[in-house]
Each structure stands twice: as structure tokens, then as C-alpha cells.
């Protein structure tokens, strides 16, 4: 009975064992030493089984840590969550191997060069995507921002992981790269409020009645719809110029984005009141002096 069972357990070592080990065992066997790297069946089952279990528990994370979240913050969470993601499946992929046996450093030796070349080729793509993390943490960008990207003002409609995407005023698409809002100064009308203060200038000629002037560009002002009469609309004198006086019109609106329409709307007005009342807008005057130089005739000497 005991040589039936140590016959068993032969069989069981050295042919059905011995025959899993040979198949784990088979595959690609590269150099010798410490230097050598086998890539065999085990390997790609143990690393499938890694990412499987690495998948499922990142999952679980993802759903803890987005069930509170709104829907706008959640789809934020999940654009960084994708990177985070890769960065651990890499991290993964290179522990499972080292628990398995190979010399991870020998990979990442040889890899050096690759991976200082694919840093510098691809230094600003990292940074748009580190610039696009911050921008979803800190909140310093949201959709329906009215920003200003080197004289071009947009609204945002769309924040990715790598680029923003904003329309502007003559509805073309312009897509600004993520570091620009790091590395830039970037003008954000709507940041603290959707209000905005904006203002038209004019100036009169001398000798124009100033109260007059005054009523007429507010009365511009308060008949243009958009404009809101809370903060009150105010006048202020800014300087005798050159050959006028010179005003500005101050008024609140709560559409930045359509703040070219309002102001040409009010400068339009303010022609036609001014027209209608005799207040003239004077146009920049010159004197110009001229003098005519006339040399002395020289005397020829014998």
C-alpha cells in the first residue's frame, strides 16, 4: 500500500508536475547569467493575473472615490485617474517581473537611452498633462471661463487631460495646450464672478458743455439691453487731451463674450445723441509752421 502511494506521488512529481513546470517553463530564453532574461508562459500568466487583480482593484477605487462626486468633478477624477492608471500598470509590469526572476535593472539599462530620448521628445506633452491635472485639482479653469490666450479671447467649452478647448468671438476653434495656463499669464474674466466692468472712451471739443456730455453717454448706456443698471453705469472725466475732452463711460454686463456687440450698440448711440444734441467730436488738429531759411549771397573776392 505505502510503494502504491509513493508510486502515486512519483508520478505526480516528476510527470503531471514536472510537465506544468516544463510548459510554465517553456518560452524565450535570451543571455546567460544574471544578465539573461526568460520570457516564458509562467511570466505572461503571472503578469496577465497582475493586471487583472490590478484592474479590478483600481476599479474599486475609482467607484469609492467618485460616489460623492457631481458629474462634471467625476468625469475631472477620471481623466486623471487614467494616467495615474498607467503608471501603476507600468510599476506593475515591472515588479511582477522582478518577483519572477528577471533583473529589471538590466531592462531599464538598456532602455536608458530610449527613455532620456522619449523625455526630451516628449518633455512638453508631460507638461501639458501635469498642467491639466493641476488645472482639475486647484479648479483655476472651468468650463465657461472667458479667457484671454495671446490677444485671442475664448470661451472654454472643453478641459482634457492635455489640451483645452475654447470658441471664439468669430466662432473659430482654437485649442490651447494645458501648460499655457502654467507657465503664462492668462487673463480669466469670469474667474471670481460673470460680471465684468467695461468701458467706452470719446472725446469731445473744448468748450462743450461737460454735464451735457455726461447725461447723454449714460442715457447711451442705460438703453442698451445687456447692460446691467446694478452697479450703476458712471462717467469719469479722464483728461484734457490734446484737442479734446477726453471721457469714458463705465457699465457692468454679465456676457463678456458678446462685449464687442454692446460696445459698438453704445458708440453708435453715443454718435447719434451727440449728433442730435450739437456736441461735437473733434478730430486730432495740427499747426504746422513752416519757415523758409534764405542763406546770404556770397561775395566773390577778386
Excluded: C
Amino acid at each position: 500500500m505505502q510503494e502504491q502511494d509513493n508510486t502515486m506521488k512519483e508520478i505526480l512529481e516528476k510527470d503531471i508536475w514536472g510537465s506544468v513546470q516544463d510548459f510554465l517553463n517553456w518560452g524565450l530564453h535570451l543571455g546567460q547569467g544574471e544578465k539573461s532574461i526568460h520570457i516564458t508562459v509562467g511570466l505572461v500568466l503571472l503578469l496577465s493575473f497582475a493586471f487583472i487583480a490590478t484592474s479590478f482593484v483600481l476599479k474599486m477605487l475609482r467607484k469609492l472615490f467618485t460616489r460623492k462626486m457631481g458629474q462634471e468633478d467625476k468625469l475631472k477624477f477620471i481623466s486623471i485617474f487614467k494616467f495615474i492608471k498607467y503608471v501603476v500598470y507600468l510599476v506593475v509590469i515591472l515588479v511582477t517581473m522582478s518577483a519572477a526572476g528577471i533583473n529589471v535593472t538590466v531592462i531599464l539599462t538598456a532602455s536608458a537611452a530610449l527613455f532620456v530620448g522619449l523625455g526630451l521628445a516628449l518633455q512638453e506633452l508631460f507638461q501639458d498633462i501635469i498642467a491639466g491635472i493641476l488645472i482639475m485639482v486647484d479648479k483655476s479653469l472651468q468650463v465657461g471661463d472667458i479667457v484671454d490666450v495671446d490677444g485671442k479671447i475664448g470661451k472654454v467649452f472643453e478641459i482634457k487631460l492635455r489640451t483645452t478647448r475654447a470658441i471664439t468671438r468669430d466662432d473659430k476653434i482654437v485649442i490651447i495646450p494645458n501648460h499655457k495656463f502654467i507657465s503664462n499669464t492668462i487673463y480669466n474674466f469670469t474667474q471670481n464672478h460673470k460680471t465684468t466692468r467695461e468701458n467706452v472712451k470719446v472725446g469731445v471739443a473744448y468748450g462743450s458743455n461737460v454735464e451735457l456730455v455726461t447725461r447723454l453717454l449714460e442715457e447711451a448706456v442705460l438703453e442698451r439691453a445687456g447692460v446691467l443698471k446694478n452697479p450703476k453705469p458712471f462717467v469719469l472725466f479722464e483728461d484734457f487731451g490734446d484737442s479734446a475732452l477726453l471721457f469714458s463711460i463705465n457699465f457692468f454686463i454679465n456676457d463678456s463674450f458678446s462685449d464687442p456687440r454692446i460696445k459698438s450698440d453704445i458708440r453708435y448711440a453715443i454718435d447719434r445723441k451727440f449728433r442730435a444734441n450739437n456736441v461735437t467730436i473733434p478730430f486730432p488738429q495740427r499747426d504746422v509752421h513752416l519757415f523758409q531759411h534764405n542763406p546770404k549771397p556770397t561775395s566773390l573776392n577778386p
